[in-house]
């Protein structure tokens, strides 16, 4: 802001003689600012991990018809984000390649939509579905 003096007005502004106001001149056209003088723009770690949770459940087919669904846990440090994805699985599978694929689908989304380097995604297993204990009897078998 800059200030003009020696404009007349009819009161002043509180703790300003009268006969002075405080003017606001626009940019001049075609001027850049730089980024940092703009102002800065911070994703919470929150936004990061739904982003990261959302992007583990693309990644994988089809999860198991009583599992939950995956959570995430982020920590951001200047731009760079570091994940850890839990998950529940079918068993039997694949299960190196559908953590790799949850990786791999973390790391494209958060880069692409939070603007984030991620150099480090952790995937735990939490639970394990079997699809034959899946169709057995619930409680005790004698």
């Known amino acids: 802001m800059t200030r003009v003096s020696g404009e007349s007005t009819a009161a002043g502004e509180a703790g300003e003689p009268a006969g002075s106001r405080a003017v606001i001149r ?26 990261a949770a959302r992007a583990a459940r693309e990644a994988l087919d089809v999860l198991p018809p009583d599992a939950g669904p995956p959570h995430a846990t982020v920590i951001v440090h200047h731009e760079v984000a570091r994940v850890r994805v839990s998950l529940e699985l ?53």
């Open 26 to 51: 626009p940019s001049s056209p075609g001027r850049t600012v730089a980024a940092a003088d703009r102002g800065a723009l911070r994703i919470a770690d929150r936004v990061v991990a739904k982003i």
């Open 90 to 142: 079918d068993y039997p599978s694949d299960i190196g390649g559908q953590c790799a694929a949850v990786r791999h689908q973390v790391v494209q989304r958060v880069e692409a939509l939070a603007g984030m380097e991620v150099p480090e995604v952790a995937v735990q297993v939490e639970r394990l579905h079997s699809a034959q204990t899946r169709g057995a009897a619930q409680g005790r078998t004698q």
